[in-house]
């Protein structure tokens, strides 16, 4: 059944201030509840804030979908959807409260969960956007088979507000497992990449395999049987899933680290190389996170010979934050950029220091 929520529609302030920035020519900065300045580069330009719309328009939890305001913060949305045994489940980090709905999906992060149950824009069905002429449009539904043309949607996904400024998302979400195991097992992080290759190939429930220099950390998520079985195969010493919290908020003792932090994506059975710092393996090692002073060059170098790419996500001195884009790519970049925000209005610069 369908419930009713307490909602704050803020839309009309929002159109407003986005006008009178295209009609001055001053553009602005996105900004949601600021848990996430990484990654990026600096913005310089006014602040527009999307905390005051927020609240969940429409949920029903029979049809797995949830519509929700771009302001509303992610552990509100949590736990409710927590309380009809429902999950997001790209598992996006709450950042103490302060992580919103609509910072998730102009990032894209997601957590430990994302290599088997899939990413943030998997799971985005609609959005509204305000565009950088003004018009409050929406594009997709609230429905899989909605989507007709170019899903503009699931573009917004990992664009970092630099397309338009989202006010509202429709998510499909998933009913939580019925069982779940957490497994603490020591080996080298060679040996882990090993066999998680395969377990990978017998199709074991895995939902999080992270290495964090001396132990493999994994979870079992399904059937009470598959579980259980899994377990017996895999063996190890059984723990409570409090570290998966911690990862995914970034309040490992790894991340204590003063270094620069850095993530690095590359195919989950790349070998191990001697990165330049203290490396945790996530995501099954096709994420691994890299605390290190080594120059951007040197970062990138060691993740292209990997086969993938790297990210800086601290305040520190590099050019480009992200890896650069081929000059082609960059172009469609661009092109896209002109449709949506023909005034550069947003984020002028976040991804790219000429987009």
């Known amino acids: ?51 005051a719309h927020r609240g969940i328009v429409n949920y029903d939890p029979t049809e797995l979908v949830v519509t929700v305001r771009a302001g509303t913060p992610v552990a509100e949305l949590d736990e409710v959807l927590d309380a009809a045994g429902q999950m997001l489940p790209c598992e ?9 709905i609509g910072g998730v999906v102009a990032t894209g992060l997601a957590g430990p969960r ?44 990992g664009s970092y507000g630099c397309l338009g400024l989202l006010t509202e998302v429709s998510l499909k979400v998933l009913p939580k497992a019925r069982a779940m195991c957490h497994v603490e097992i020591d080996m080298p992080a060679a040996d882990a990449l090993v066999v998680l290759s395969t377990w990978r190939r017998e199709g ?80 099954g090692g096709a994420q691994r996170w890299l605390k290190s002073d080594a120059p951007a060059p040197v970062v990138r170098a060691f993740a292209q010979q990997l086969g993938g790419h790297a990210t800086a996500l601290s305040a520190i001195a590099v050019d480009e934050p992200f890896h650069p884009l081929p000059p082609a790519l960059l172009r469609y970049h661009r092109a896209l950029k002109q449709q949506l925000d023909p005034h550069a209005i947003f984020n002028p610069g976040r991804l790219y220091a000429d987009f």
């Open 1 to 51: 059944m369908q419930r009713e929520f307490q909602t704050q529609d803020h839309s009309a302030a929002l159109i407003e201030q986005v006008r009178e920035a295209v009609a001055t020519k001053a553009p602005l900065f996105i900004r949601g509840g600021a848990s996430k300045p990484f990654p990026g580069r600096r913005v310089d330009a006014n602040s527009i804030d999307t905390r």
């Open 204 to 283: 074991l429930p895995i939902s999080g395999a992270c290495h964090d220099g001396a132990t493999l950390h994994l979870r079992f998520e399904g059937g009470e049987d598959s579980v259980r079985t899994a377990y017996a195969r895999v063996g190890g010493t059984r723990v409570d899933g409090m570290f998966w919290r911690a990862l995914r908020e970034q309040r490992l003792p790894f991340f204590d680290d003063p270094r620069p932090l850095w993530r690095l994506s590359v195919p989950p059975a790349a070998p191990l190389s001697t990165l330049p710092g203290a490396c945790l393996l996530d995501w």
């Open 92 to 100: 996006p980090a709450a950042f103490d409260g302060a992580a919103t």
């Open 114 to 157: 994302r290599p088997w149950a899939g990413s943030v824009r998997d799971f985005v069905l609609g959005c509204r956007v305000i565009t950088g002429e003004g018009r409050h449009l929406r594009f997709g539904g609230e429905v899989m088979k909605n989507v007709a043309g170019y899903d503009v949607s699931r573009l917004m996904t």
